[in-house]
């Protein structure tokens, strides 16, 4: 047997020499990084994140559109990643997100069936624990889930960083019949459950994600005396039950006293009816179908799933739908023609302009955009949710490298980058700003002084260089963009920029034209009423 140190000192050892454990990782990085306050910076952040995976961002639209996602909201469709943030909840799309990058991860064929395994049944554990969260009616639905997600993390890292002890482990367990704490801990000089908690305080997680780790005592326990500790009380019955459920689930008789005596050990936590668990374990069969319907990943040889089903059929439980596995395509868009003035392409639409023929996708989708925000208008919001939600409306809808939104400072007379998202778009952020100069001609005044919409095709152009600012050259690494002012009573309060690689890339069509036109005056609407 191997000491603690000298376990963890090799672990450490091949984290740092090997490869990145698959979704934990970024999980991890996540978590760490936005598991504060639900500030502007990280919802933003968050929200970029999604939008750089293309299939991403649609399979969570596509989720949070299902019946259990919509049923807690009530306005309809939700389009933009943006509006889920802002209708859900930031914890609710983050979990989301980190739930599909796990089934991502899943679908590699080069996966261990071990550390598959191992990933699976800690996911459903965490789905099992959101779902006896809102059972009881807790305020702590989403962090539930999240310290679920990090309840086997020490087994997790065994299984991928340390296969040969992992192996061993199991077979120990096979011999002897020892539980996976004293295997583990023979095998190890550590159990899997303290490992976990010593990489989650290096790794400077939560607390609350912490405390979870720690396994409930076998026998009666105590009543929870604080948030910490319900948290831990729901992650741990979960992990119990889905145990039970996978071990003592092939026989009505065996399943009812089997839990039975678990809800004599939680008897002191909570109160929860034979129907409470069958509703629980339905509802949980469901997401975890949906998400795996997603990667179209079978999870038929898994026992919880396969015994789960079975013990559904005593209480003939209802049959979980299928997911939607339809997948909308992208035809190439066609180019247009603009007025050239100079170089810079006056952005107009003119009264007769019909409907363009670009692709219907990039179309359709801002026309929902547009709607959307419009139904938001009528509600509650804050300024910067709305914001948020129009520049990702059309970054998406044209997908664009990246698209920036600056807005006047209200201390003097410069424009500076408030939201952004796409490639290395925080970073830029910091330097995306400007001095307004009524008697300047670069594009940017231009487009303010003028109140002009401009799309500089080609930088490289003779003409148009002269009139590049050099921050901007110096910053930025595209050849063409477009500018939107944005003017409220002869008076500049933002602009927005969007750009792409190569001259060329930006051609759009009078509709869509129309489209962004639109998703802008939404922007100047949006700021006059929350300037009343």
Known sequence: MRTKEETLVELRRNIQEGNELPVMSHTINLVSKQASRESDATITELTDTILQDFALTNKILRMVNTVYYINTQHSGKITTISRAVYILGLDHIRNAALSLMLFENLKDKNLARELRGALINNFIGAVVSRKLASTLDSKKVEEAFLCGIFFDLGKIVVTYYLPVESKKIRELMAKTGDDEKRASYAVLGISYENLGVELARQWHLPAQIIHSMNRAP???ISKPTDAEDVLRTFVSFSNDLCLLITKSASSAEGWDKALGALMHRYRNCFTLATADITSIVTAS?????????????????????RMARQLLTFTKAEKIEKADKSEEE???????KYKDIGGIHLLECSVNMGGGTTKESSESLLLRGIQEVANTLIEEFTLNDMLRMILEIMFRGLGFKRIIICIKSPRDNIMEARFGFGDNVFVIMKSFRFTM??????VFNTAINKDMDLLVNDINDRRIKMRLPQWFVRLVDVETFILMPIIISKMPIGIIYMDKDNPGDLNISPTTLRYLKTLRDQAILAIKYKRK
Not at 296 to 301: K, M, V
Not at 437 to 442: A, F, H, L, P
């Open 437 to 442: 100069d009524s008697t300047s001609d670069d």
């Open 330 to 336: 992208q035809p190439p868009m066609p180019t247009e």
């Open 285 to 305: 069969l469901k997401e975890i179908h949906e998400y795996a319907a997603a990667y179209s990943i079978d999870l038929s040889d898994v026992a919880f799933m």
């Open 218 to 220: 076998q026998t009666s």
